[in-house]
């Protein structure tokens, strides 16, 4: 299969980058997710060696702050199952887990983040579907050619 690109949000107050850089082996389980076409996306089309950008979402400036690598295929996302966590769903059988994450590495952190605007301004990506408009999913695909842009610009 080929690779397949996304864009994950995440609010840095939650969970940022520099959380990510400290985790051993800059590693971390991406769970929470609790749309049905975002879970989708994990579920179905995610792939061990997809790529990842990582935006920090509520947050000053809005920006791609570096990119990542999916290192484990999607399993249950155990907080579904967790009464204690804020993402507990009493609905979710173990049997028949409703929500799933994947497992991602940092593979770099950019030097320059790129921002929302500095996005909404370059004619390369002007169907970059982050600025498209009711677009409020967590994560969604991005194709190579967005792809590449975003890592020029943020190295």
């Known amino acids: 299969m080929a690779k397949k690109y996304w864009l994950f949000k995440s609010e840095p107050n939650a969970f940022s980058i520099d959380d990510l850089q400290n985790r051993p082996g800059t590693k971390t389980h991406w769970d929470g997710v609790r749309n049905y076409q975002a879970r989708n996306f994990i579920r179905?089309?995610?792939?061990?060696?997809?790529?990842?950008?990582?935006?920090?979402?509520?947050?000053?400036?809005?920006?791609?702050?570096?990119?990542?690598?999916?290192?484990?295929?999607?399993?249950?996302?155990?907080?579904?199952?967790?009464?204690?966590?804020k993402h507990f769903d009493p609905t979710a059988l173990q049997k028949e887990p409703r929500w799933f994450m994947v497992d991602i590495k940092l593979k770099e952190k950019f030097?320059?983040?790129?921002?929302?605007?500095?996005?909404?301004?370059?004619?390369?990506?002007k169907d970059f579907r982050l600025i498209q408009r009711g677009n409020r999913l967590s994560v969604f695909p991005v194709n190579k050619k967005e792809w590449d842009e975003i890592l020029k610009m943020g190295r």
């Open 44 to 85: 179905d089309d995610m792939r061990k060696g997809d790529g990842v950008l990582f935006y920090h979402s509520n947050a000053d400036p809005l920006a791609v702050v570096g990119y990542c690598e999916i290192v484990k295929e999607a399993y249950p996302d155990h907080t579904q199952f967790d009464p204690d966590n």
């Open 111 to 125: 030097k320059h983040p790129v921002t929302l605007k500095a996005i909404k301004e370059n004619p390369i990506l």
